[in-house]
């Protein structure tokens, strides 16, 4: 089982729609979240942290279950420069090392 | 203010030829990750440094990869003995602080091994 599991996709949506990306992880001691974009042949962009608490940024909404170990990234009112891949990655500190793991990335692609 | 520079942008290698990438982190970063990324993949962790400590290597693939980071700052991830299996782009990012803060890569080197 990969450390870090997201659904690959593709997800193609309509301009508008409301979409959500899960992703689950399996070490239980990790410490922190994020959601990265990352466009083709681009390097990958910090688009927003995650906590348990929630946060939002605009069109975007993240969130944290640690007891469940998943993290889920919402993007309402979709745009067609939201067009790209979602990468979920989780860092690990411990003493055995540190280590951030990402997602193989969920691509999104909007359609007009 | 200047991002992250990696280079060469691209590079090209016969099988079994030594290569050298070099990163370039924002100035004053203090953390430093190297990631390795093949096509349809996310980005897999190689190692990391904290100025010029380096206090994970677990994801380097084998013994023919090696990082240093000798004075805190620019960072030289050297690939000796190149495979065909190496070709990849080899993604450098930088973080202000300590380990869990957030990453800023640079555009990647792709290498293609032949």
């Known amino acids: 089982r990969k450390e870090v599991e997201q659904d690959p996709g593709p997800f193609n949506v309509p301009e508008g729609a409301t979409v959500a990306f899960n992703c689950t992880y399996s070490n239980s001691a990790s410490q922190s979240f994020f959601w990265y974009r990352q466009d083709c042949r681009k390097e990958p962009k910090l688009l927003m942290s995650v906590y348990s608490s929630g946060n939002e940024d605009g069109r975007f909404t993240a969130q944290l279950n640690r007891a469940s170990q998943y993290i889920s990234l919402l993007i309402r009112d979709s745009k067609l420069s939201d067009s790209a891949t979602y990468l979920c990655?989780?860092?690990?500190?411990?003493?055995?090392?540190?280590?951030?793991?990402f997602g193989a990335g969920t691509r999104l692609f909007v359609k007009a | 203010g200047a991002g992250v520079s990696q280079s060469p942008r691209y590079k090209v290698a016969k099988r079994g030829q030594d290569v050298a990438l070099r990163c370039d982190p924002i100035s004053g970063h203090v953390s430093l990750f190297w990631y390795q990324q093949a096509l349809g993949q996310g980005p897999e962790f190689l190692t990391y440094f904290q100025n010029e400590a380096q206090l994970d290597k677990s994801g380097l693939p084998s013994d023919r990869f090696f990082a240093e980071r000798p004075e805190g700052s620019v960072s030289t991830l050297k690939i000796q003995r190149t495979q065909q299996e190496d070709s990849a782009v080899y993604l450098c990012a930088s973080s202000l602080g300590q380990f869990q803060e957030t990453q800023y890569f640079g555009p990647g080197t792709r290498l293609l091994v032949l």
């Open positions: 990655v989780v860092n690990n500190e411990n003493t055995g090392g540190f280590k951030t793991i």
